[in-house]
Nanobody
Framework: QVRVVESGGGLVQAGGSLRLSCVASGSIVSVVAMGWYRQVPGKQRDLVASITSTGRTTYAESVKGRFTISRDNAANAAYLQMNSVKPDDTAKYYC????????????WGQGTQVTISS
């Protein structure tokens, strides 16, 4: 069993900062990659940023230069530092962990709400 838990969401004014955390736990041999996605009601879930075990990162164009993803391999954790946030960043943010159990499997967290006020 693998569990993914996000934390750090909340209400922030536009221009402010927020840091999201994600921890994967359970029967994990290793974490291959972790990613942050976001979704607003009625729309698809979109990739925000991802990071591999070797540190390779990918960002959505809309967050480049404002958001930074990082990870702690020893803790099976990933973080999303959100700076210069905008009302358009309002969404529920989900963490996905791609792990070896030893099979390659993907697990999602329950999500954390981020609301940016103008």
């Amino acid at each position: 069993q693998v569990r993914v838990v996000e934390s750090g969401g909340g209400l922030v004014q536009a221009g402010g900062s927020l840091r999201l955390s994600c921890v994967a736990s359970g029967s994990i041999v290793s974490v291959v990659a972790m990613g942050w996605y976001r979704q607003v009601p009625g729309k698809q879930r979109d990739l925000v940023a991802s990071i591999t075990s070797t540190g390779r990162t990918t960002y959505a164009e809309s967050v480049k230069g404002r958001f930074t993803i990082s990870r702690d391999n020893a803790a099976n954790a990933a973080y999303l530092q959100m700076n210069s946030v905008k009302p358009d960043d309002t969404a529920k943010y989900y963490c996905k962990a791609s792990v070896l159990t030893p099979r390659l499997e993907e697990y999602w967290g329950q999500g954390t709400q981020v609301t940016i006020s103008s």
